[in-house]
Structure formats: structure tokens, C-alpha cells
């Protein structure tokens, strides 16, 4: 059972900047195959935002390129979301997922409990 905990949300202008961070409660964030970043805005569906692969391949919405950057810190265990030129559409609730695959070739996902980004305009 991985557990992960988000931390770092909150209420910023449009153009500014927040970082997240996802302490994960793992031995080691190498055993968890892929670490992302997902969002849920009100009345939407949730959607990858950014993720990470246990070798270091990085995968970005379409709407983060250029904007947010996902990072790790293997020996603190936390997967990061550096997001900069916020807009008003990236308020949302944003999750970091793990997925970790099992012996017999499923995936077993995890998620953290959120965190809220809201962007004034």
C-alpha cells in the first residue's frame, strides 16, 4: 500500500507561481513505476497534468508545457509540481497519483487526498 500525501496548494494571482510537493510513504519512489500530477476542476473530469517515470521520462498536458515543470527528490521520497504563469482555468484540485505495477502485470494505482490551487484573475 503506497500512500501519498500532497502539500503546498493554495490561493495565488494569475502569473504567479506555486510549487507542490507529494511526500510518498513508499521505501523508495524508484518502486513506484510512474508519479503524476493529476487536476479536477469543478464540473470536469480529472485529467493528467504531469508525470514521471521511475527512470526520469516526463510527460506533460498540453496545457503545462512551458508552464509547469514535475521533479523528484529520490532521497526525500517527493515527486514535486513547479507551476509558473498561472492561469485562472488551472484552479482546480490537484492530485499526485502513483502506479505500481504488480507481479502479474496489473497496475495498481494510488492516490493522494488533493489539494487545492485556486488562481484569481
Known amino acids: 500500500q503506497v500512500q501519498l500525501v500532497e502539500s503546498g496548494g493554495g490561493l495565488v494571482q494569475a502569473g504567479g507561481s506555486l510549487s507542490l510537493s507529494c511526500a510518498a510513504s513508499?521505501?523508495?519512489?524508484?518502486?513506484?513505476?510512474?508519479l503524476g500530477w493529476h487536476r479536477q476542476a469543478p464540473g470536469k473530469q480529472r485529467e493528467l497534468v504531469a508525470s514521471i517515470s521511475r527512470g526520469g521520462d516526463t510527460n506533460y498536458a498540453d496545457s503545462a508545457k512551458g508552464r509547469f515543470t514535475i521533479s523528484r527528490s529520490i532521497g526525500k521520497n517527493t515527486v514535486y509540481l513547479q507551476m509558473n504563469s498561472l492561469k485562472a482555468e488551472d484552479t482546480a484540485v490537484y492530485y499526485c497519483?502513483?502506479?505500481?505495477?504488480?507481479?502479474?502485470?496489473?497496475?495498481?494505482?494510488?492516490w493522494g487526498q488533493g489539494t487545492q490551487v485556486t488562481v484569481s484573475s
Open positions: 497519483k502513483g502506479s505500481v505495477r504488480s507481479w502479474t502485470g496489473g497496475v495498481n494505482d494510488y
Open positions: 513508499e521505501r523508495s519512489i524508484l518502486r513506484i513505476d510512474v
